[in-house]
C-alpha cells in the first residue's frame, strides 16, 4: 500500500472505532481505563495533540464533542454512571502498577 493508503486505512479504522464507542454507550470510560488504559477522553487529549501538530488549533473540549458526538457535559448527563466502589479500586490497582 502507499502512504496514502495506509493514511486512508488507518482513518477509516479510527473512525469505526469512534463509531463503535458511539453505539456503546453502556461501556464506561472507567472500564475502558481499567481493561485497556485509554479511554474516550484519551481519543480526544490525542485528537487534539494531532490536530495542532498539523498547525491547527483545537482545544480539548472541541477534540471531545468530536469524539463523543456532542458536548461531553451532555454526554456525561446522559450515559455517564458514577464508578462504582469495585471500578475504583480496580482502576487504582492498574494505575499502581504502572
Not at 486512508?8 to 472500564?31: M, S, Y
Request: a negative charge; proline letters at 4%.
Amino acid at each position: 500500500m502507499t502512504p496514502e493508503q495506509i493514511q486512508q486505512v488507518e482513518a477509516g479504522v479510527f473512525k469505526r472505532l469512534v463509531a463503535h464507542l458511539d453505539n456503546n454507550k453502556d461501556v464506561q470510560n472507567i472500564d475502558l481505563m481499567i481493561l485497556a488504559d485509554f479511554c474516550r477522553n484519551c481519543l480526544s487529549k490525542w485528537y487534539a495533540a494531532e490536530a495542532k501538530a498539523l498547525g491547527e488549533e483545537m482545544d480539548y473540549e472541541t477534540a471531545r464533542e468530536k469524539i463523543y458526538g456532542m458536548p461531553y457535559s451532555e454526554w456525561k448527563d446522559k450515559y455517564q454512571k458514577p464508578a462504582t466502589p469495585e471500578q475504583m479500586a480496580a482502576f487504582e490497582a492498574k494505575q499502581a502498577k504502572k
